[in-house]
């Protein structure tokens, strides 16, 4: 049964230095540091979109909603005064 044991743990001793010497390889340096990067990039982008669609957004509400209420209300009258017109019989 020593000996089992003693094997074992030479097992795990030689899975835990392949484990580390593949851990601290250059190429699994490189993918973790461009994972790293990918998501610092991802996150400013999605931070710098954010600050866009808050701007596009607030000005459309100030800017393009009152325009459109407006055309909405001129649109509105001119059929009420074509509508009154008709019932007046006026003609032109």
Request: charged letters at 20%; proline letters at 2%.
């Amino acid at each position: 049964m020593s000996s089992r044991g003693g094997g074992a743990s030479s097992d795990d001793g030689i899975l835990s230095r392949v484990s580390y010497s593949v851990s601290q390889s250059p190429i699994v340096y490189r993918g973790k540091k461009a994972a790293s990067d990918t998501a610092y990039v991802a996150k400013k982008l999605l931070k710098s979109t954010g600050k866009a669609a808050w701007i596009a957004g607030t000005t459309f509400l100030v800017l393009v909603v009152p325009l459109i209420i407006e055309m909405d209300r001129e649109q509105q009258l001119n059929e009420l005064e074509l509508q009154q017109a008709s019932l007046l019989g006026a003609s032109k």
